[in-house]
């Protein structure tokens, strides 16, 4: 690495995101944020929290019960190829893994965490943590600290930056190039103004996945 090259590397922020692989909003967010590294000086590191132990004990509507129930699955797996293989396994698998369910739309979790686990070339073994509750101590101390920062009236995802953290932004289809540096420098300012807490309006459009991603 050359002197200069050093020199720019040092003065990269930090950044880190949370996700739940099954949302569809997160995967949204977690395409911006892969735009802002290629037009800001970010390094995003990639870390889960889990709607499933979002919603324990909410009385939700049976197709979201059943939903949250087998979203244990996907990011139970995630943690497991994390302890046993690294941190550097964790961007990968949810890349692998999200195509599978978001641009091909696929709800069959079993199938589609076999395949992703091949992909990134790791264990098909590790797809047997999806049905086990053994990693869930990691898996609930990685969600609450994103919830530490940005309470607990929330989902994901959760980006945190130089000591402030905010849920979001949802936004629809992600934005590329200087465009996503913008919304990175409007995010990162009014998430840092003392006092403030919200700023949203109503969703008219769901997520529209660009297959490029």
Known sequence: MSPTSHSVDS????????????????WMTSRWLMAVEEVRPVDVTWSVMSLSVLNEGRDLPADYRALMDAAWAPVRVIMAARAAHGDGVVKPLYDALGERIHHQQRKDYDAVMAEALAEVGLPADLAAAGSSDAGDE???????????LVGDDVGTPVIAVEGVAFFGP??????RGEAAGRLWDGCVLVAGT??????KRTR????IFDQED
């Open 138 to 148: 990691a898996l609930r101390a990685s969600h609450q600290r994103a919830i530490d």
């Open 194 to 199: 003392d006092g403030f807490f919200e700023l």
């Open 204 to 207: 008219t459009r769901g997520p």
């Open 11 to 26: 003065a990269r922020t930090p950044v880190e995101m949370w996700f739940d692989p099954v949302c569809p909003w997160a």
């Open 170 to 175: 949802v936004v629809s289809p992600s934005p």
